[in-house]
Nanobody, 124 residues
């Protein structure tokens, strides 16, 4: 099982980026796919998740600005980030797991598979 995150970069405040997480080695549609981020000097935190049951959830800090979508045919999950703020600067990670129950989707320790992370910098 491998996850490959991409799409990070430098963007001005108010701008947009779309991150991708390409999965290989498993059936994407059966997995919960999550996004987490780690800002400099801080712990990694939950951003959003596409649960295998179909629902999508977001952290309050990104709700209304970020959108998760998935293309199961391409085994890829996306994180569309709009209205970016300097505080969104972080390394963004995608994660996957096949057995998560709904109450565990916010807990990064419950995810078995992780991508390598992609840097997002929001700065003028």
């Amino acid at each position: 099982v491998q996850l490959q995150a991409s799409g990070g970069g430098l963007v001005q405040p108010g701008g947009s980026l779309r991150l991708s997480c390409a999965a290989s080695g498993f059936t994407n549609s059966r997995y919960t796919m999550g996004w987490f981020r780690q800002a400099p000097g801080k712990e990694r935190v939950f951003v959003g998740v596409s649960w295998r049951g179909g629902q999508i959830y977001y952290a309050d800090s990104v709700k209304g600005r970020f959108t998760i979508s998935r293309d199961n045919a391409r085994s890829t999950v996306y994180l569309q980030m709009n209205s970016l703020k300097p505080e969104d600067t972080a390394v963004y990670y995608c994660a996957a797991d096949s057995r998560l129950i709904l109450s565990s989707i916010y807990d990064q320790d419950q995810y078995d598979y992780w991508g390598q992370g992609t840097q997002v910098t929001v700065s003028s």
